[in-house]
Nanobody, 116 residues
Framework: QVQLVESGGGLVQAGGSLRLSCAAS????????MVWYRQAPGKEREFVAA????????NYADSVKGRFTISRDNAKNTVDLQMNSLKPEDTAIYYC?????????WGQGTQVTVSS
């Protein structure tokens, strides 16, 4: 089972960009489907983007499609989320999630705040 640590969050103005990174440690990272979720204050955690084990299949929430890009580097055991054209409604804690069969892991989250 992998352990996940997110980084790259911060404060940015609307229209700006941030790149989040999730570093994984543990066996068989390349076998995991990787997902980014987010949770805004007072709201439920929601899906943002996902990428399959090989990186050739991705999907996105409608709210971020065309602005966010998920990618992974299996040699470095990382998955990134490039976020462009950020909006105040993107403000949330962003979590990295790994899933392989019945095994799953969550990161501790990284705060993203977008000011208007």
């Amino acid at each position: 089972q992998v352990q996940l640590v997110e980084s790259g969050g911060g404060l940015v103005q609307a229209g700006g960009s941030l790149r989040l990174s999730c570093a994984a440690s543990g066996p068989s990272f390349s076998n995991y489907r990787m997902v980014w979720y987010r949770q805004a204050p007072g709201k439920e955690r929601e899906f943002v983007a996902a990428i399959n084990w090989s990186g050739d299949s991705t999907n996105y929430a409608d709210s971020v499609k065309g602005r966010f890009t998920i990618s992974r580097d299996n040699a470095k055991n990382t998955v990134d989320l490039q976020m462009n054209s950020l909006k105040p409604e993107d403000t949330a804690i962003y979590y990295c999630y790994a899933r392989r069969g019945l095994l799953d892991s969550w990161g501790q989250g990284t705060q993203v705040t977008v000011s208007s």
